[in-house]
């Protein structure tokens, strides 16, 4: 019988960088992954694939648009959807590729089966009828999120899909209904919205963006509809007819009412995820659950049995890859005797539209709703010399700060390239870095990321281009 330091369940960015840092640590380690490919969703049908379809689809709409007055003059750019899948599958290969080399470099086993908890000290992995049993002096459980389903609504994956058809589909739908306003239902509709589909969107709430700060959801819900997206807020879905050549869908007010029927070739359902815990044994190994079906865990990430830990979209907090990424260090370095810690304070999260959308930190909401007080310093990027002159002017950036100590609460871009400007907030806010350190750092010009001084600059009433 085998045996481990340690066994991760689980190799997405969770569970293979837990692996990985395991390794350093100088532990044996071993990965039991029930898939065909390494990398988890965020790698094959997830993060990745959609990133390279959202920049595939945003040259072709910036060839049909914008190359023009840029004085590019170029024939109206052709669709070969074939060929961007193609784009869209040498980038899967490449990262799934790139993690199978971290597991040889780091000696890491991988051991393909489907993972099943023996209490502590155990886990069976099986795989095409045979199964064997590893021991190992600790376990990590890294399974990842499922796609939420909707009652009464299957999912085929070819004219009802989730995330994962979205990202294959063999023809640009004519129209595209999207239940779900969130992060994953916007970026896909962005994609398919360039190459050609007309896209409507219906969320339950009154509002897109759940939890994202306010403004910046009411702000981006306009520059959408201007893009050609459609939005039936309150609303809720209640049924697909799949009889005839097109799709019929009950759409009813969410606080009630009479239906209207749309018609639609594709529906996406993109109303959350879930937790992933299928097939684990958790209740026999007595690995205790919460109300919605996380796994339990301490502040040292241990569940209710000794040795086995759990991190990522399986326990509570955002389903973000990074998150799990950080966590998982964490645990390997406490599972090693070191203090593996994460700041849940600090973890920035990007929608990757057209513009992108970048938080970190607090919201005014729940800077109100904590009762503290706060000064809000806001720069649109129409006075950003970079932004003006690249013609991308839509946006602003809004800088939070604490009203007493001028520490920095929250941060939030809307903007071209935000998911990359956000990480200057985030190392300010690890390190309690105030407005006023923001706005006296010294910032290359000319760049976008001038308007994040400039927001700190307008914290204390002083932007200089406004």
């Given amino acids: 019988m085998a045996t481990y330091d340690l066994v991760v369940i689980g190799t997405g960015p969770g569970g293979y960088v837990c692996a990985v840092r395991a390794a350093q640590l100088g532990m044996k380690v071993a990965v039991v ?99 064997q049993t590893i021991e190992t002096k600790n376990i990590v459980i890294a399974t990842g999120s499922d796609i939420a389903r909707l009652k009464g609504i299957e999912i085929d994956e070819k004219r009802i899909v989730s995330s994962t058809g979205a990202l294959s589909l063999d023809k640009v739908p004519g129209k595209l209904l999207i239940v779900g306003a969130g992060v994953i239902g916007l970026e896909l509709g962005s ?22 700060d306010g403004e910046v959801a009411r702000q981006f819900q306009r520059m959408l509809e201007k893009q050609g997206f459609a939005f039936r807020l309150g609303a809720k879905v209640t049924g697909v007819d799949t009889s005839g050549k097109t799709l019929k869908v009950s759409v009813e007010p969410a606080a009630g009412g009479a239906a209207e029927t749309l018609e639609a070739d594709v529906v996406l359902v993109c109303i959350g995820r879930v937790p992933y815990t299928d097939g684990l044994g958790l209740k026999d190994a007595g690995v205790a659950l919460d109300s919605r079906g996380r796994v339990q865990i301490d502040s040292h990430f241990a569940t209710s049995v000794k040795g086995v830990f759990a991190i990522g979209d399986v326990v509570a907090g955002p389903m973000l890859a ?51 007080a706060y000064t809000v310093g806001k720069f649109p990027f129409t006075a950003n010399g970079r932004s003006k002159v690249n013609q991308t002017t839509d946006g602003f950036v809004k800088v939070l700060a604490d009203a007493k100590t001028d520490r920095v609460l929250g941060v939030h871009i809307v903007g071209r390239e935000a998911g990359e400007m956000i990480h200057e907030a985030a190392v300010l806010m690890e390190f309690g870095g105030s407005a006023e350190d923001l706005a006296r750092t010294c910032h290359a010009h000319p760049t976008r990321s001038e308007a994040v001084k400039e927001a700190a600059l307008a914290v204390g009433k002083r932007a200089i281009h406004m």
């Fill in 322 to 372: 990074h998150k799990a990424e950080d966590e998982g260090v964490a645990v390997a370095e406490i599972i090693a005797g070191q203090a593996g810690h994460v700041n849940y304070d600090v973890i920035p999260g990007v929608v990757y539209t057209t513009p992108e959308i970048a938080s970190v930190g607090k919201t005014e909401e729940e800077l109100k709703q904590a009762g503290v």
């Fill in 33 to 131: 992954e029930k898939n065909a490919t390494l990398g988890g969703t965020c790698l094959n049908v997830g993060c990745m694939p959609s990133k390279a379809l959202l920049h595939a689809s945003e040259m072709f709409e910036e060839a049909a648009h914008s190359f023009a007055r840029m004085g590019v003059t170029v024939s109206a750019p052709k669709l070969d959807l074939p060929a961007m899948m193609n784009f869209k599958q040498q980038g899967i290969d490449g990262n799934v590729k790139g993690v199978e080399f971290l597991m040889k470099k780091n000696k890491i086993d991988v051991l393909k089966g489907k993972g099943k908890i023996l209490g502590g000290g155990k886990v069976e992995v099986s795989a095409d009828g045979k199964s």
């Fill in 191 to 212: 994609v398919w919205r360039r190459l050609g589909a007309e896209v409507v969107v219906v969320e339950f709430l009154d509002r897109i963006l759940p939890g994202m």
